[in-house]
């Protein structure tokens, strides 16, 4: 009984520590930021950093609704898809930045270059230009776009089966 009572109070005393919040110091040294567990400097400043709430640390995350009740191979599938969707995202906007860094340098025009390029104007030399480096990035851009709507369909597919 004894032990019993040891053990309980030596594990509420364990539990009570871990819960207290945790004081530390910063101070400004030779202009770097220092954190201690004691005050390092005159100005040292005091944070306060609180315990983790171990309930909602250890819980488990709780799946969208639209994974619920879908089997483990099409949750990784949906998965995959979800990745494959980022990397076309990421894609379509380095895309889109490479068009506009392009068609930027292309606004700086000289009438030497418009003259080499065979246009009567520095205006249609540029707009000869993007013109056709916008029929280079669109189809890329659209190619993208209609893959991630093939792969929004598939994913939803996967989602709905029984």
């Given amino acids: 009984m004894i032990k019993a009572i040891l053990l309980s109070l030596c594990l509420t005393i364990t539990f009570r520590c ?12 030779k202009g770097i930021p220092t954190f201690s567990q004691t005050p390092c400097a005159k100005n040292a400043k005091a944070i306060t950093l609180k315990a983790p709430n171990i309930t909602q640390t250890n819980s488990t995350k709780v799946p969208d609704n ?3 009740g879908v089997s483990v191979d099409d949750y990784l599938k949906i998965q995959k898809i979800d990745r494959k969707i980022a990397n076309l995202k990421r894609s379509i906007k380095q895309y889109e930045k490479e068009y506009n860094d392009k068609k930027q340098q292309i606004n700086y025009m000289t009438q030497d270059k418009a003259n080499r390029l065979g246009a ?43």
Avoid: H, W
């Fill in 18 to 29: 871990l819960a207290e919040n945790i004081i530390v110091y910063k101070c400004v040294i």
């Fill in 120 to 162: 009567s104007s520095i205006a249609d030399a540029i707009a000869t230009k993007i013109t056709s480096l916008k029929q280079s990035y669109e189809p890329v851009i659209q190619q993208a776009q209609q893959q991630i709507k093939f792969l929004t369909q598939q994913k939803l597919q996967l989602s709905q089966r029984p």
């Fill in 66 to 68: 639209k994974t619920v």
